[in-house]
């Protein structure tokens, strides 16, 4: 009897079936939620630290900097990318022009960007910092500028892409009926089109806040390169400040940035669904005049032409501009420590995968097939959660969970792994879910009266139909997993990824070296995503 | 080749009734309609027959087997949904072999039987094709091949012509019914579509809030409602209420209203009963206002079926309105006639009728009494009696 076989005829059996379940949910549960957020009852375990650092105005000031900090950069970049990714996502979706799958295509590139990398690039870009030897724009510009510039470049395509996913499903003819009617195209577009964009602001609002909030490796070498890195803090590299300061015990001032952030984080998601179904945008007053000036001409050019202005100048030339390093005079790139650093963030990476693709499957099936009941929504949001919360403070929360433990020293790869499936399962199930809540259940269904059992039905009818969405959620994150650097940090020093392979190159001011280990990262990264583009690209035809 | 028997089937979906006591037997190779409005539970019953769904009460049985708790994998009881399920990015012939290779067939009886399949189904030579190459009807037919190759003995469709357009949607009803004929299915098909049962099934079991109201030969269901329900979903009718006056010698007489007085079958109710009388649309008739003649009793033609007595001719009765539409349909024609003291009255007539009459015209109506059911007045009014939710 083959291994085959026998999964098939267990899984005929109903308490099989919900024993795997609750397997998955009790995985769920246990390795990704509860780590994520035990710093929240460290706190009042630690609480004696935690006092004493509330007590402490220093400490107390140098949070609230931090804090304030990643909110408001997060806030900025995030309106920043509204602003302009609404016009991007007109032109991707309602023109057609020559050249408009490069232009789709060029959007998407920084997403393969490894944040590391971007660090590294955005500071060449606009400043020019001691030891780096090719010459960039060399503007002198403060920190928090340059965060917000930097935060900007890789949270764009998540706006845009949202943006743009809603837009393709609302009809044209509302604004061409409200044109008819006499509006002016802006008119038409203000008062019609946009009101039916909540959904799609509200999700590029929590990628983007979440992914600037959460943002680590980039954002500290920025710091470094800037040479501010131990004076200007974001919450996460305020974290890794703390961790790496030797002398003090840091973990009062831990838990207590690391809690803000949390509730916050939280609050912020909460408040955002809660808009979803509420937020009117009741703009019913209208400018005839003004708008329909507005509608063409200069006015309308201009505003293409400022949002390509913007795509290249902010985002992509910034991006790429670590490529220049290839133009150096080469030094002696030490390929040994960078190829170590690379097996290891792809073991971690592929393991984190696998492991989510196993058990977030069961949960992906449950929460598309019980996506009304009270346990169905529950799950929902609960999957989003490694989502919003920083990754740092995911991997500080977790570290300290699993630290009560006493686990042997060894043990730190494993815990990296497992922060890096905490924070990747929200990518693969939530693509699985999507994919399988638009499969008709009735196909399962038709498969089981014709005689199949439960897992062949799934296997050889559901998987098929959404194997393209598995595959395109692995690969986001595997990607994902091989740029973070925050979470990585934050469990571990010994566990050397890629991007803190660079990170460290870059504290130690090799930038050369960084430079040439970021564009491997790059370049690996981009090959990965094209595969995600070529898969999903042909799901789009096949369907 | 089963024979299917559900036993007192209840199912709740929180509050919502799924089924409420769904008791039927459903002979072997029988073709049987389930017809009911939309959130009638045709459904639930069909999801209950095959398995993927379980009844909270009641037992089902295929040939007198308790298969109540039986997975659906081994029940044989194969759907055919609305959209077919075809299996997507799967060829014709894998589709239609997706039973027989679970089962383990070797590739040449497969091979064999899909040839087979698609014969009987006129497929043939199409079983590379992708579903989405094929038209609705074509679908359909590879749908019903997959399902035969499976070796199922119950076929359940649901609502299997809806997703196809009107003219495909008639010719189909025949082929449908005939293949699963000749294959000696079982057959169970949900309706909401009162025209596709009455021509389709063998018996019609119309269900409504999760129960049958009645169950019985399509013309048995159309001219012998149980309900004034049935009465007006199965065939458009006229109904309107009334008080028994007198009854006797299988005709009632009933006062309407308004000095109307109409006749009816016998119900068997003491005189001064409360009374819905329903009449089809097509059994009532329409005469010009003839000033001396009153109109001729209508004797001619009655249903073999009717086991009420012959009415004796003493029995014409007719009442007057005004014609307040006419509404061309193409074979046939309606007219509206508004009736003081009854509201609008329908009357269906062949087309050839057109010319004969004009909207604002006062016409006699009247029907044979025989054509006339009654029932006892609804508990929760007119309204919610015919309710079509």
Redesign the interface.
């Known amino acids: 009897m083959s291994i085959f076989k026998r999964i098939d005829d267990l899984s005929s059996s109903p308490r099989i079936r919900k024993g795997w379940f609750s397997a998955a949910l009790i995985i769920f549960l246990t390795l990704i939620i509860i780590p994520a957020v035990f710093v929240l009852l460290e706190a009042v375990i630690e609480w004696e630290s935690v006092s004493e650092v509330l007590g402490d105005p220093t400490m107390t000031g140098m949070i609230w900097g931090a804090v304030s900090n990643s909110f408001s950069i997060a806030l900025i970049v995030t309106i920043l990318d509204i602003v302009v990714g609404l016009p991007m996502a007109w032109i991707l979706v309602r023109r057609s022009f020559r050249g408009k799958r490069y232009l789709d295509t060029l959007i998407d590139m920084p997403l393969a960007f490894p944040t590391a990398a971007v660090g590294i690039s955005v500071v060449m870009f606009w400043g020019a910092p001691e030891g780096v030897a090719i010459p960039g724009l060399g503007l002198v510009m403060s920190p928090y500028l340059i965060v917000i510039l930097l935060h900007t470049v890789f949270t764009f395509p998540y706006m845009v892409r949202s943006l743009a996913g809603i837009l393709d499903q609302i009809d044209p003819s509302f604004e061409t009926a409200g044109m008819t009617l006499g509006a002016s195209r802006l008119t038409a577009v203000r008062t019609i089109t946009l009101p039916l964009f909540r959904a799609g602001l509200v999700t590029g609002f929590i990628l983007c806040f979440a992914r600037s909030l959460s943002e680590t490796g980039g954002t500290y070498i920025a710091l470094q390169m800037l040479g501010v890195s131990s004076s200007f803090f974001t919450g996460p590299t305020f974290i890794k400040y703390m961790k790496d300061l030797p002398g003090a015990d840091p973990t009062g001032a831990l838990i207590v940035v690391s809690v803000i952030m949390i509730v916050l984080a939280v609050a912020l998601l909460l408040v955002a669904k809660y808009m979803m179904n509420r937020l009117r945008l009741p703009w019913t007053k209208v400018w005839p005049v003004w708008e329909r000036r507005l509608s063409k001409g200069l006015a309308a050019r201009s505003k293409d032409i400022l949002t390509f202005v913007f795509l290249f100048v902010i985002v992509i030339l910034p991006s790429f501009y670590i490529f220049a390093y290839l133009t150096a005079p080469s030094g002696v790139a030490d390929l040994n420590s960078l190829f170590g650093a690379i097996g290891i963030s792809f073991a971690i990476a592929g393991i984190a995968v696998v492991f989510n693709i196993v058990f977030g499957i069961p949960m992906a099936i449950y929460i598309a097939r019980n996506g009304n009941t009270r346990l169905g929504v529950l799950l929902d949001n609960l999957v989003n959660i490694p989502l919003i919360i920083p990754t740092t403070v995911l991997g500080l929360s977790l570290s300290m969970f699993w630290g009560s433990f006493n686990l042997p020293a060894g043990a730190a790869f494993f815990l990296v792994t497992l922060g890096h499936i905490s924070f990747t399962y929200p990518l693969v199930v939530r693509n699985i879910t999507g994919a399988i809540s638009e499969v008709d259940p009735s196909y399962e269904e038709v498969a089981r009266t014709l005689g199949a059992k439960p897992f062949r039905a799934f296997s050889k009818v559901l998987l098929p139909i959404v194997q393209s969405s598995v595959i395109a959620g692995a690969i986001l994150a595997f990607t994902r997993s091989l740029g973070e650097t925050g979470a990585t940090i934050s469990i571990s020093k010994d566990v050397v990824t890629v991007p803190v392979y660079i990170m460290d190159l870059i504290e130690q001011g090799q930038y050369y070296q960084g430079a040439v280990a970021a564009m491997i990262l790059i370049v690996i990264c981009f090959i990965l995503m094209f595969g995600v583009r070529y898969l999903t690209g042909r799901r789009k035809q096949g369907a | 080749m089963p024979e299917i028997r559900l036993e007192n089937i209840s199912k709740m979906f929180g509050d919502t009734v799924g089924a409420n006591g769904l008791t039927l037997d459903i002979a072997d190779g029988e073709y049987l309609c389930i017809l009911g409005p939309t959130g009638a539970g045709k459904t639930t019953c069909m999801r209950i027959i095959?398995?993927?769904t379980s009844p909270d009460e009641g037992r089902i049985y295929f040939d007198g087997k308790d298969v109540t708790d039986m997975?659906?994998?081994?029940?044989?009881?194969?759907?055919?949904?609305q959209?077919y399920?075809l299996?997507?990015?799967?060829n014709v012939e894998d589709n239609v072999l997706?039973?027989p290779r679970?089962?383990g067939w070797d590739e040449e009886s497969c091979q064999q039987l899909v040839r087979n399949m698609l014969g009987m189904t006129h497929m043939e030579g199409r079983g590379s094709r992708l579903p989405n190459e094929l038209s609705g009807g074509q679908q359909q037919r590879v749908a019903l091949a997959?399902?035969l190759a499976?070796?199922?003995k119950v076929l359940?469709l649901d609502e299997p012509l809806r997703a196809l357009d009107a003219r495909l949607r008639l010719e189909l009803r025949k082929e449908l019914k005939s293949l699963a004929k000749s294959m000696g299915l079982t057959s169970i098909h949900v309706t909401h579509d009162q025209d596709e049962a009455l021509e389709m099934a063998d018996r019609i079991a119309v269900i409504r809030d999760g129960r049958f109201v009645q169950i019985g030969a399509p013309q048995e269901v159309f001219e012998n409602p149980a309900t004034p329900f049935v009465a007006n979903f199965v065939g458009r009718s006229n109904i309107f209420e009334g008080t028994l006056v007198y009854a006797g010698n299988g005709t009632s007489r009933i006062s309407a209203g308004e000095g109307i007085t109409v006749l009816a079958r016998d119900p068997g109710y003491e005189p001064g009963t409360k009374v819905l009388v329903a009449v089809k649309i097509g059994n009532t008739k329409i005469s010009h206002v003839k000033a001396e003649k009153p109109p001729e009793p209508e004797a001619k033609r009655i249903e073999p079926i009717q086991k009420i007595p012959k009415p004796k001719p003493v029995l014409d009765f007719s009442f007057r309105g005004r014609i307040d539409r006419i509404l061309y349909e193409g074979a046939t024609i309606t007219v509206e006639i508004d009736v003081p003291g009854l509201g609008l009255i329908s009357s269906k007539l062949p087309n050839r009728k057109y010319d004969d009459y004009d909207v604002g015209e006062e016409v006699e109506v009247t029907w044979s009494p025989s054509k006339a059911s009654v029932f006892p007045y609804p508990e929760n009014g007119i309204k919610d009696e015919l309710r079509l939710d």
């Open positions: 095959c398995g993927l997975p659906v994998d081994e029940r044989e009881a194969t759907m055919l949904t959209s399920s299996f997507p990015r799967v997706f039973g679970l089962k997959r399902a499976s070796g199922s359940l």
